[in-house]
């Protein structure tokens, strides 16, 4: 079974640990994703975000793609050199992560 978590469900759990209300916790919340996008949209080919104990997010060029494949319709296409983000988790939530699980 896939579990699904939205930006109100962030926001609930935060405000109930912190006993706020919702809407001090969303405006906070929001503020802070305002902030992480602009600073990865900054003109700079390279870019780090590390929030200990949770993960570094690395903003990094990707070349183009000149022989790229359409897995729809199998046609060539071509994909420009861009920007893509890459998350390194943290080592609390890697060690968790890599423990032995079983499904119920």
Known sequence: MKISYKRE???RRTASKLDLENK???I???KIIDTITDMFLENHSNIRLE???F???EVKPA???PNARNPKTNEVIY???HKKIHFRPGKII???LSKEYFLK
């Open 24 to 26: 001090e916790v969303k």
């Open 28 to 30: 906070i919340l929001d």
């Open 63 to 65: 070349r183009a793609k």
């Open 51 to 53: 929030i200990r104990n």
């Open 79 to 81: 994909i420009p050199p």
């Open 9 to 11: 469900d962030v926001i």
């Open 55 to 57: 993960g570094t997010f």
């Open 94 to 96: 890697k060690n968790e």
